[in-house]
């Protein structure tokens, strides 16, 4: 049987930890060519190892996503190996946890610029080998932060629902070029940036009794949401955000 992305190309920002590298691990798995970056050269160096041991087929880049000189040179790296991108991930992201009375202006700069800014900037600049595929789709990472509120996260909630905005307006503008653009709401899931609240017994379990399916989300579950939208099975899909939380969104 032939595996799901066999040929294609997938660029995955922040795939060194967490759910980027659940995600790294599942495309390169169903035979895809995972460009593996992160902020950290040793980072993505280590995943593709790891993968490329696997079997996988991994490109290790360092990648600065609030650098737009990073974004290039990473952008004409692959024009020159692949001449394009099938799969554009959002991935890379951050939180600067503080009560919103506190919020300095350098810290609510540096979450917008990494959650937000530095989304614009690729999917912006990356159109060229967008366009160039036949199977394009851009999927960002959202949360269900986008329309839940939780204290020292107002900031983090707000670039959220900003990217679920930016995602509606992408998928009409890059209609026309068929490039599909599409988002992923996760609800907790253990991860290093989740993991300041959920090692805490009394929140974790909080977390799951609020949670209709009695657990936290894992990497996997993000990783196969995000494989089905990019799939050929999602065609006529985009401009939606799909939320990966449990039923904790939903529940009373």
């Known amino acids: 049987m032939t595996a799901r992305f066999e040929g294609r190309n997938v660029l995955i920002t922040g795939a060194g930890n967490g759910i980027g590298r659940g995600m790294a691990t599942a495309f390169a798995a169903e035979g895809a060519h995972v460009w593996v970056t992160d902020l950290k050269r040793e980072t993505a160096e280590a995943v593709t190892q790891d993968l490329t041991a696997s079997g996988g087929n991994c490109t290790a880049h360092t990648l600065?996503?609030?650098n737009p000189?990073?974004?290039a040179t990473l952008l004409a790296e692959i024009e020159r190996v692949?001449?394009?991108?099938?799969?554009?991930?959002?991935n890379a992201g951050l939180n600067v946890r503080a009560d919103f009375r506190h919020l300095s202006d350098?810290?609510?700069q540096t979450i917008r610029e990494t959650n937000l800014d530095?989304?614009?900037r690729i999917s912006r600049d990356a159109f060229s080998l967008l366009k160039a595929s036949e199977h394009a789709s851009i999927i960002n990472l959202a949360s269900i932060m986008a329309k839940r509120g939780l204290r020292q996260l107002v900031a983090y909630s707000a670039t959220k629902g900003a990217v679920v905005s930016l995602t509606r307006g992408m998928a009409v503008e890059y209609a026309a070029f068929g490039i599909r653009v599409n988002a992923l709401a996760p609800g907790f899931v253990e991860t290093a940036l989740t993991d300041r609240i959920l090692r805490n017994p009394a929140m974790n379990k909080a977390l799951v009794d609020q949670t209709?399916?009695?657990?936290?989300?894992?990497t996997e579950d993000i990783a196969n949401a995000a494989m089905f939208l990019a799939s050929?099975?999602?065609?006529f899909i985009t401009g939606e955000t799909l939320t990966v939380d449990?039923?904790?969104?939903i529940g009373l």
């Open 118 to 120: 530095s989304l614009i």
């Open 82 to 90: 692949d001449g394009r991108i099938d799969t554009l991930i959002n």
């Open 246 to 249: 449990g039923g904790m969104s």
């Open 69 to 71: 000189q990073d974004v």
């Open 212 to 218: 209709p399916l009695r657990r936290l989300g894992t």
């Open 232 to 235: 050929d099975h999602a065609t």
């Open 106 to 108: 350098d810290d609510w």
């Open 64 to 66: 600065d996503v609030t």
